[in-house]
């Protein structure tokens, strides 16, 4: 739904020029999770010069800023900053200047949707609770918001506030659910044994690489025949290594990949039931199988009461039209959850496809509609003002 008839409130409005500016800074220079010091410099340094109270290095490189009242509620925001080792191919003139890196996954514009709230809310007069904005690190690796809160940067929360762009949706509008939005997540390592032999007499070896093949055909074959299929499970590959030489039969293969589960009963049983397909393929052809799962992200689940304080707050802002209620949680992870197993919480989906569409997230030509920025202040803006509002006395 285009912006161009959008009537933006005058303080925002004399924001944007600046914001965007900042979200092409940031898009040209993308840094890798843990990675964020020149993005965390830029977000400490703006919301000082607007009188936030910053601390600095809140997860690693995390930054953590408060403003408003000392006493009374305290409700908070999280933003992300970390990029992916993903060549651009977007061709734009504020494309990444760093060789393999880009902001694939729109951290660029939750970044500097964070810092409009921040400047807004500094104009705010007498607030009526305190807000804290976390911008975090090391979302693509599910490991920020952990470090985030071993650090407390969720200590003494009321509420949690989350934003995540979303490409099948157009600008100008949001998606919200109640309950379960995303999947658990799990990192999947395999490495199947095997022996080494001459590439022109495999009859004499056990072919690791063979056999890798047939785990990953394998898995996949028992998701759909030994697994109900109303309750989805993915597990996706993004990483073979294995073999010395062309003609030697490699004795090793390791594979990695993810595990994404929605069903609560299920995912506990998950790792020992991969374990058995995999050791029962393995040791069909003599090879033996070392199986590693490690659990990187529970589901995000989002807080009844919270989520329908947002949607009703942007219904009654912006028009029912603009807001979609999201029928089906996503198989994609998000680390927002490791915040919400101490907090109540909702985390909303800003569209950001423009006329022409959007490419998925994780993709070198991934281009998002800028002008959802101002449209995911607004939102955010209305929704923290309201929830002050019930909460203030």
Known sequence: MSLDSFVWPDNLKRLLPELLEIRRHLHAHPELSGQEYQTAALVAGDLRSHGWDVLEAVGRTGVLAE?????????GLRVDMDALPIEEKTGLSYAS?????????????????????????????????????????????????????????????????????????????????????????????????????????????????????RVVSGLQEAI??????????????????????????????????????????????????????????CSGFGAKAVVRYRRVAPSVYNDPELTSLLENVAISEFGKERVEILEQPSLGAEDFAELLQLVPGTMFRLGVAGSNGCAPLHNGNFCPEESSVGFGIQVIMATLLEWMEKHSN
Do not use: Y
């Open 67 to 75: 403003f408003g009242p000392k006493t009374g509620p305290l409700v």
């Open 97 to 213: 200047k760093r060789l393999g890196l880009m902001h694939a996954c729109g951290h660029d514009l939750h970044t500097s949707i964070g810092l409009g709230v921040g400047r807004l809310l500094s104009q705010e007069e007498n607030l009526s609770a305190r807000v804290r904005l976390l911008f975090q690190p090391a979302e693509e690796l599910a490991q920020g918001a952990r470090w985030m809160r071993e650090d407390g940067a969720i200590n003494n929360l009321n509420a949690l506030f989350g934003v995540h762009v979303c490409p099948s949706l157009p600008v100008g509008t949001i998606g919200v659910r109640r309950g379960l939005l995303t999947a658990e997540a799990g990192e999947l390592e395999i490495e199947v044994i095997g022996e080494s032999g001459h590439g022109a007499r495999p009859h004499q070896a056990i072919d690791a690489i063979w056999i890798a093949a």
């Open 224 to 281: 759909s025949r030994r697994l109900n299929a109303l309750n989805p499970v993915v597990i996706s590959f993004g990483r073979i290594e294995g073999g010395k030489a062309f003609n030697v039969i490699a004795d090793r293969v390791r594979l990695l990949g993810t595990v994404r589960c929605l069903d609560p009963s299920l995912k506990e049983s998950l790792p020992c039931w991969i374990e058995e397909i995999v050791q029962a393929i």
